[in-house]
């Protein structure tokens, strides 16, 4: 059998094989609220074949958004309406499910992806972002207010009531964001971190609120539910006298993480500077999940331009990843695990109202079960 379709357990939960739809922020919400639009997407993704589907960044906190249209986990109405979502996924598919918590920090009050514009101001329907320090991610972008230590332990709080509302939800499994430039990974990278108090300067200090926030997302849910973290493995600076956040240093702080109980590291890279330099092509972060899976023995999720079934394959029967995550090869292929199947001797799950969907002549791809 393909290494691919192998069974990978984290914790008690046994994901069918090492497909993974990688988080995507929609920007559809209202007020943090799913909408039509998550229902119809999710449920999509949810009959892809893949073992394990999580759902896009969610906001711990109305100002850790990205852009108005975030999803969010921090309000019973937001709860209420992620309820239905995930009501549909179990009628349609066993497909096993997990959820990104967010918090956007200074890159938050933005606007969505489609529509041109600096950040929205408060006077535009956006508000004040909250960041390490007052440093904004590029000239011209909204400074961000300071956190107070008051401030983070609000924070803490925040990522932890996200973490209990996700496991009344019925998530399988919580990742925590501390990639992309959003807040926790503003708190690791001297870039965006100026500060002067034990949450700023040397590593350590550096490291300490992200994992202050994954400890306590640890501790509030079960022991049998895992939690793993996305990071950005490097900020691509290297070509600037930046003394940006590092593979090596992402390395320590998964080592820190595995003491605290990490099930996982989703290594993706860059995003705290517009500066950054990114040698892109297929599979371009895959060789930073295998330094860190090789360093800690940490199961590493591979991410970024995997594309083909062939290119999966070879990273997990290679020893690069436990795991594959592909985030834009789904929307493109919503049937991308089917698909993989078919090419490698796979099997995945099928619908019974889907049975007869195969060609005349295509190998069969759907368990008996």
Same mark, same amino acid.
């Given at each position: ?5 192998t ?12 497909i ?8 559809s919400? /209202? ?18 074949g893949?073992g ?8 711990v906190? !109305? ?14 109405a937001?709860e !209420?309406?992620? =309820? ?8 349609? #598919?066993p497909?096993?499910?997990? @959820? ?15 529509? #041109?514009?600096?950040?929205?101001? %408060? ?5 004040? %972002?909250?960041?390490p320090s007052?440093? =904004? ?6 400074v ?17 009531? !996200? ?5 009344r939800?019925?998530?399988d499994?919580?990742? /925590? ?10 708190f690791?990278? &001297? @870039?965006a971190?100026? $500060? ?11 490291? $300490?609120?992200?994992?202050?926030v ?5 501790? =509030?849910? &079960?022991?049998?539910? +895992? ?5 950005s493995a ?7 006298d930046? &003394? ?8 320590a ?9 990490c099930?996982? @590291?989703?290594?993706? #890279? ?9 040698a892109?092509? %297929?599979?371009?972060?895959? %060789? ?7 360093a ?18 070879a990273?997990v ?5 436990? *795991?594959?995550? *592909? ?6 292929? +919503? ?8 090419a *490698? ?5 099928g619908?019974?109202?889907?049975? $007869?969907?195969?060609p005349?002549?295509?190998? &069969? @791809?759907?368990?008996?079960?």
């Open positions: 059998m393909a290494s691919l379709f069974p990978f357990t984290l914790r008690t939960l046994e994901l069918p094989n090492r993974v739809v990688s988080p995507m922020c929609m920007y919400a /209202v007020d943090g609220c799913a909408q039509p639009w998550h229902h119809a997407h999710l449920s999509s993704l949810a009959l892809s893949a394990l589907l999580c759902v896009e960044a969610t906001a906190a !109305a100002a850790g958004r990205i852009t108005p249209g975030d999803l969010g986990l921090y309000s019973d937001n !209420a309406a992620l =309820a239905q979502v995930l009501t549909l996924l179990r009628a349609v #598919s497909v096993k499910l997990a @959820i990104q918590l967010a918090h956007a920090g200074r890159k938050a009050s933005s606007r969505a992806p489609w529509v #041109s514009g600096p950040q929205l101001r %408060p006077d535009e329907g956006g508000w004040t %972002p909250q960041a007052a440093v =904004a991610f590029k000239p011209g972008d909204l961000p207010q300071s956190l107070s230590i008051d401030a983070l332990a609000q924070l803490r709080e925040a990522f932890t009531n !996200a973490a209990r509302r996700a496991v939800l019925g998530f499994a919580i990742e /925590v964001h501390m990639a992309h430039g959003y807040l926790l990974h503003q690791l990278s &001297p @870039i971190n100026h $500060r002067d108090d034990a949450y700023g300067g040397a590593l350590a200090q550096r490291m $300490r609120f992200p994992l202050e994954f400890e306590a997302v640890r501790a =509030a849910v &079960p022991a049998a539910v +895992p939690v793993g973290v996305r990071v490097t900020d691509w600076l290297e070509h600037t930046a &003394p940006g956040w590092t593979l090596a240093q992402t390395i702080l998964a080592t820190e993480l595995k003491q605290r109980g099930d996982w @590291i989703d290594v993706s #890279s860059a995003g705290i500077s517009p500066e950054q330099k990114i892109v092509g %297929p599979g371009y972060q895959v %060789p930073l999940a295998r330094a860190i899976r090789d800690t023995g940490l199961a590493t999720m591979a991410v970024g331009l995997v594309t083909e079934p062939q290119q999966a394959e990273i029967a290679d020893g690069h990843a436990d *795991l594959v995550a *592909l985030a834009r090869a789904f929307l493109y292929d +919503p049937r991308w695990g089917w698909h993989a199947a078919a *490698l001797d796979g099997r995945v799950h619908p019974q109202q889907y049975l $007869r969907a195969l005349a002549g295509a190998p &069969p @791809i759907f368990d008996k079960a």
